[in-house]
């Protein structure tokens, strides 16, 4: 398999439930990230990952955890999240972490928080 | 800072006319600059870079873009539109403040009339 693959792809939760996204990439890249899209708004980023060490945490919520437990893999941890945290996120990966290094993007795992 | 702004939220076009899709950017130190293309459930597709060298950028797809430091613009741009062009469009300019972040535009909906 090759490429960015999330999983779940859709996942409906309540606002008290423990749940965790998924990104694993084929690519043998260096960097991560994760990234909301919501209607309408552009692109949030909110982690990014380097060799396995988070380099930024753009000012998300605690709800939100993120784990890399190696270059290949990504997790988006969440709990008691919020209505308005329903959204598209997305993973990416790029070869190093660098201005011009293009991101390789997984297709996303859609959330509704009810 | 660095932003995006990408003119029209949504763009018409009959099949074999010619696709212009507009972003312009806001830097004060020569950019990178990316176009993206998102189709209905997936992720972010890179169609074309600009690092350095050569202005007219030449992507997949049939698709190309020139960079106009004097204008500030990166619009994207094919010669003759097909159905299968139907999609999200997003231009991102690398930040240079050293934080690797890329700043996506709001994104155009590109609509293909047959």
């Known amino acids: 398999e090759t490429g960015v693959t999330q999983t779940p792809r859709h996942l409906v939760m309540g606002m008290t439930n423990k749940k965790s996204l998924k990104c694993e990439q084929h690519l043998g890249h260096n960097a991560m990230y994760w990234y909301k899209q919501s209607a309408k708004k552009p692109l949030e980023l909110m982690f990014v990952?380097?060799?396995?060490?988070?380099?930024e945490n753009n000012s998300v919520p605690s709800r939100f955890s993120p784990e890399c437990p190696n270059s290949s893999h990504l997790f988006l941890h969440l709990h008691t999240l919020q209505p308005e945290d329903s959204a598209l996120y997305l993973c990416?990966?790029?070869?190093?972490?660098?201005?011009?290094?293009?991101?390789?993007f997984g297709d996303g795992t859609r959330l509704s928080i009810l | 800072a660095q932003s995006v702004t990408q003119l029209g939220s949504h763009v018409s076009v009959s099949e074999g006319a010619l696709v212009l899709l507009r972003c312009n950017y806001s830097s004060s130190v020569p950019p990178y600059l990316f176009w993206y293309v998102q189709y209905p459930n997936q992720g972010l597709q890179l169609l074309l870079k600009y690092t350095t060298g050569a202005t007219l950028v030449k992507g997949i797809n049939g698709f190309e873009a020139e960079f106009k430091k004097s204008e500030t613009s990166f619009h994207l741009t094919k010669p003759s539109a097909h159905m299968s062009d139907a999609a999200e469009y997003f231009c991102a300019v690398s930040e240079t403040s050293g934080t690797y972040k890329y700043i996506f535009g709001t994104g155009t909906r590109l609509k293909v009339l047959a």
């Open positions: 990952y380097s060799l396995e060490e988070r380099v």
């Open positions: 990416a990966s790029s070869q190093e972490l660098g201005l011009n290094q293009p991101q390789h």
